[in-house]
């Protein structure tokens, strides 16, 4: 397939930086998706001489498609938990997991989820992956390029600060000081 307007070309060469990029953004199942629907776009563009720089062009669009993925996962997931809320099955992470067990309702959601993301990049990747997709303490390793125990630590730091988050969130909420 030949593009008169040369973006493959572009696209080819930033192939494995779009890779690595959206990578950062999303679980590795979902990156080829991710790739070849920027390629699409890509493709689609009629005129290059507007974009200054088209792999970084590239690369942005990878970006904000892999976070535009997030987002939709995220919707999703609200969708599914608040359903199961309504039909009395609502039921997350484990029996000692108390942070999360709180998170029972549409507004209480949207804190959790607020919460996560005020969560450092890294710990947050850690925490979503492991109690959004499931992933195993060693794939979060892998997938991060950090040890285990430093995924341990990400995943204990996310329940602490989303706990300490939330409780102060619905002290202020409720009209109780933030340290009452």
Do not use: W
Not at 107 to 117: I, K, S
Request: hydrophobic share 35%; net charge positive; with cysteine.
């Amino acid at each position: 397939m030949h593009y008169s307007n040369g973006m493959e070309r572009i696209y080819f060469k930033a192939l494995g930086l779009m890779r690595r990029t959206v990578g950062r953004v999303v679980p590795p199942d979902d990156v080829e998706d991710i790739v070849q629907e920027t390629y699409v776009k890509a493709c689609q563009i009629q005129d290059l001489r507007q974009i200054r720089n088209p792999q970084s062009f590239l690369l942005k669009m990878a970006r904000n498609l892999a976070l535009d993925h997030v987002k939709r996962a995220e919707y999703r997931l609200a969708t599914s938990m608040t359903q199961l809320a309504g039909d009395g099955e609502f039921e997350i992470g484990s029996e000692n997991d108390s942070t999360l067990d709180c998170v029972s309702g549409d507004q209480e959601f949207a804190l959790f989820c607020e919460a996560v993301r005020h969560l450092p990049q890294q710990c947050r990747r850690a925490f979503v992956l492991k109690k959004v997709y499931g992933y195993s303490q060693k794939e979060i390793a892998a997938e991060l390029s950090i040890s285990e125990s430093t995924v341990e630590k990400h995943i204990a730091t996310g329940l602490l600060k989303a706990r300490q988050f939330m409780h102060a969130k619905v002290g202020v909420i409720q009209g109780r000081g933030r340290y009452e």
